[in-house]
């Protein structure tokens, strides 16, 4: 049953149902609707982990899980779960794991080289509206076919950082003298084909790691191939429909819909699995400018995102060319139905003091984090109050209710925003211009409506407040 239409009633049936209040909930209902919601586990039940319930908690667990398999790479903190999705669309529920991104290293680099792309990597820290945003492993790749070499640049690899690895190379060989490395950092295993599946798949097993199944452009080997394994017990799988540049693009991303709808459209459970894309496919054909390839790679990226990819393995290091990937993965990957927002209350800006101005905004936390980026280009010495509008932008917030002028004079009262200041100008932001007058009337600050876009407010503060504000320290007010 697809996640949206499961209701509570059809998860409270199955609990034991005695209000004990030991998952931490007032009763079973309550419990019900938080996992239906995601947001509770069945092992928070503990009475439903009691022998005599087993029937109930396997008819729960097919009920909740994911229809695309959760599958972890890496131990500890640095652990990245990949897949574990509901809904083909963000919109139907929400996605809970974002596309992990995984830099690659070779083999055969030098020393220096490897080390410094994989302290880059670990090191990489972009922060937007207010999240950090990282990238995720690192894919070791086999590229002299030597198992000795591979061995070498695994641990040298596992030495620099604590990221989840991808273990890359089709030889089961070189593949058995990685993992004897790093095995215990249970590693994802690129790749099972049709060739080597068999030994992939015991290495998988000794190991207890996760395997990736590889067949490009061919869907009907792929789901048979996880047919066989997973008969034959490998069950933490991810697929590689195979990733392709310029004329193969369109290929590539329908076979990505085709597994992401059969998986959870049709329920196919040989599907159901997370989805790989190698966008470093880019760089198969060396341009004159590496600019172009970097460029490819970031488009690419970019395309197998919003095309249900769970994973990604690149190879470009630029800045210009991984942010619009991180921040377009951060835009999709936000829970729908949880705006993001900002605490409620008062920033300073610089070194305010009683005469300084006081304005108003939202705390959604992209108009937050924009007009406190203009406020400190403009060296303002500024307070800042952060509205609470339920993480709704200033014009839709307005429009839908959350922004009013009961709330902007509820949050000057709260915020004892007149103890800060000897003056009573209030600056609003131009898109709340139509409320200006009830506000005036609420709160008794006289308001001076401010620009449109936050980016004037360097010039409104030059020009409009300095005048006002001249007018009343020349007039004593
Ligand atoms: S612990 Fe289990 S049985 Fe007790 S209230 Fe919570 S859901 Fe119900």
């Known amino acids: 049953m697809p996640a949206k239409e499961l209701s509570p009633i059809d998860v409270y049936k199955l609990l034991p149902r005695t209000n004990c209040k030991k998952c931490g909930e007032p009763n079973c209902m309550s419990f019900a609707a938080k996992l239906v919601a995601r947001e509770a586990t069945l092992q928070q039940c503990p009475v439903l982990l009691e022998e005599k319930y087993r029937p109930q908690f396997e008819k729960l667990w097919d009920l909740l899980k994911p229809p695309v398999r959760g599958v972890e790479v890496g131990v500890g903190d640095r652990k990245v779960v990949i897949g574990g999705e509901y809904v083909v669309h963000r919109h139907e529920f929400t996605y809970f794991h974002p596309t992990a991104i995984a830099i690659d290293v070779s083999d055969e680099m030098e020393e220096g080289v490897l080390v410094e792309r994989v302290e880059k990597t670990s090191n990489f820290c972009y922060e937007y509206i207010g999240m ?24 040298k690899t596992a030495e620099t950082t604590d990221l989840p690895l991808i273990l890359c190379s089709l030889n089961p060989s070189v593949m058995e003298q990685g993992l004897a490395v790093v095995g215990e950092r249970r590693p994802l295993i690129y790749a099972a084909t049709r060739d080597n599946w068999g030994e992939m798949a015991d290495l998988a097993l000794m190991y207890k790691c996760p395997l990736v199944v590889s067949a490009p452009n061919d869907v009907k080997l792929l789901r048979s191939l996880t047919t066989t394994l997973l008969k034959y017990g490998v069950e933490d ?30 329920g196919d459970e040989a599907l159901g699995f997370p989805l790989l894309g190698a ?25 197998l995102i919003v095309r249900y990819a ?33 605490e409620p209350g008062v920033r300073t800006f610089g070194e305010p003091d ?7 905004t939202t705390n959604f936390a992209l108009t937050y984090y924009t007009v406190a980026s ?3 280009s403009a060296k303002a010495d500024a307070y800042l109050l952060v509205v609470d509008s339920e993480g709704i932008s200033v014009e839709s917030a307005i429009a839908g209710r959350k922004l009013t002028a009961d709330t902007v004079a509820e949050a000057v009262r709260n915020f004892k925003v007149g103890d800060l200041v000897k003056h009573r100008l209030l600056i609003i932001p131009g898109r709340a211009a139509r409320i200006s007058g009830e506000i005036e009337d609420l709160t008794g600050w006289r308001v001076l409506v401010g620009p449109i876009d936050s980016s004037g407010i360097g010039k409104f503060l030059g020009t409009k407040w300095k005048e006002e504000i001249s007018k009343i320290k020349g007039s004593g007010e």
Do not use: C
């Open 354 to 360: 009683e005469w300084s101005p006081v304005m108003f």
């Open 374 to 376: 203009d406020v400190q």
């Open 237 to 266: 799988l991810v697929l590689d429909p195979g990733t392709y540049a310029d004329e193969g693009l369109a290929d590539t991303l329908d076979n990505f819909t085709m597994l992401r709808l059969s998986a959870i459209r049709e």
């Open 279 to 303: 966008p470093i496919v880019a760089w198969s054909r060396r341009e004159e400018d590496p600019t172009l390839n970097e460029w490819k790679e970031s488009y690419l990226a970019s395309m």
């Open 310 to 342: 769970d994973l990604l393995i690149m190879h470009t290091l630029s800045g210009w060319a991984l942010l619009p990937v991180v921040i377009l993965r951060q835009n999709i990957y936000t829970d729908p139905r949880k705006p993001v927002s900002v």
């Open 132 to 155: 950090k945003l990282y990238l995720d492993m690192i894919a070791v790749r086999s590229s002299s076919n030597d198992p000795r070499r591979f061995e070498w640049a695994v641990k």
